[in-house]
């Protein structure tokens, strides 16, 4: 009688992009098969993809389940992906720390769609970080490119005068930005914070009017430079963007911000998402404050009051 041969599946060899992958669900939570194929497996097809992905999976270095798509009414769901636990012990030997849920795939359709639309927000700025074989690596913009990413958790910062030896304020606040870019100016070596805030769809007036007052004040108090311990550079203050799904949603944000103090910051703008994922350094914004209301802007230009 022959011997019966069992199969032995072989252990995945992770490569730096697989890394990159874990890395990005860290920082970001949640990731969809179309920010894989433009930002970690480029140039590879969503067959691939898959298989690759399936594989990771099947050895504990990610989950996957599935959320409805939010925009569509056709009971339609996707594919989105999370840490797991190997990928978390691999995520911790990486950076040399780990503050993470294993159930954080618990989260409500609504949470992991904003920040699936976050991680695409932070694609479109990220310079290539492994141009596929053979072809040319060029930058996304010729000034400026992106060099460090603060999620909610690290963005996050509380002011409390109990705390404070400067006694900068009377009262206590917080700002929660859904996520902060930091960009270098190539040539003068500045780094500029960019607070992102994806509109949620019922966000209401007296919500913007708060963020817009507390982010002045965080800027006021130049809290950003010494307080805020996030940012890997010293940072200029904070321009602040509003990110709306819809042409309707940019301007009732426009309209709440009216009237509202934001002189201490470096200025507030207001763009649509598929603007940006499109054309992010682009004449894609308008601008609070600015003297042409129908005036577009470049995520660095001057706003002309």
Not at 53 to 74: D, M
Not at 121 to 148: L, T, W
Not at 200 to 227: A, D, G, P, W
Request: glycine share 6%.
């Amino acid at each position: 009688m022959s011997e019966s041969k069992s199969k032995v599946s072989k252990s995945i060899l992770l490569q730096r992009r697989d890394q990159l992958f874990l890395l990005d669900l860290y920082d970001l939570q949640f990731l969809d098969v179309e920010y894989l194929e433009k930002h970690i497996y480029k140039g590879n097809s969503k067959p691939y993809i898959y298989r690759r992905v399936k594989g990771l999976e099947e050895e504990g270095y990610i989950q996957s389940f599935r959320v409805p798509i939010l925009h569509l009414n056709n009971g339609q769901s996707k594919n989105v992906y999370a840490l797991g636990k190997k990928g978390a012990r691999e995520v911790q030997s990486l950076r040399g720390e780990l503050d993470w849920r294993y159930d954080v795939v618990t989260r409500t359709p609504s949470h992991v769609h904003h920040q699936l639309l976050l991680s695409h927000v932070r694609g479109s700025y990220e310079e290539e970080r492994q141009a596929p074989e053979g072809e040319e690596q060029s930058p996304k913009d010729e000034k400026f490119e992106m060099v460090q990413y603060l999620n909610e958790k690290y963005g996050y910062f509380k002011y409390d005068p109990k705390d404070d030896p400067d006694k900068l304020g009377d009262k206590p606040f917080t700002i929660r930005p859904d996520g902060v870019l930091v960009l270098k100016h190539k040539e003068k070596g500045i780094y500029i914070p960019f607070f992102l805030e994806l509109e949620r769809s019922y966000q209401t007036k007296q919500t913007t009017i708060q963020k817009l007052e507390r982010y002045n004040l965080y800027c006021q108090y130049r809290l950003f430079e010494e307080k805020h311990r996030g940012y890997d550079y010293p940072v200029t203050p904070p321009r602040i963007l509003f990110i709306s799904c819809n042409e309707k949603g940019t301007d009732r944000l426009l309209d709440h911000s009216k009237g509202i103090d934001t002189s201490d910051t470096a200025g507030v703008l207001f763009g649509d998402f598929e603007d940006i994922i499109k054309n992010p350094y682009g004449k894609i914004f308008h601008a609070k404050g600015s003297k042409d209301p129908e005036q577009l802007y470049s995520l660095v230009d001057k706003i002309e009051s």
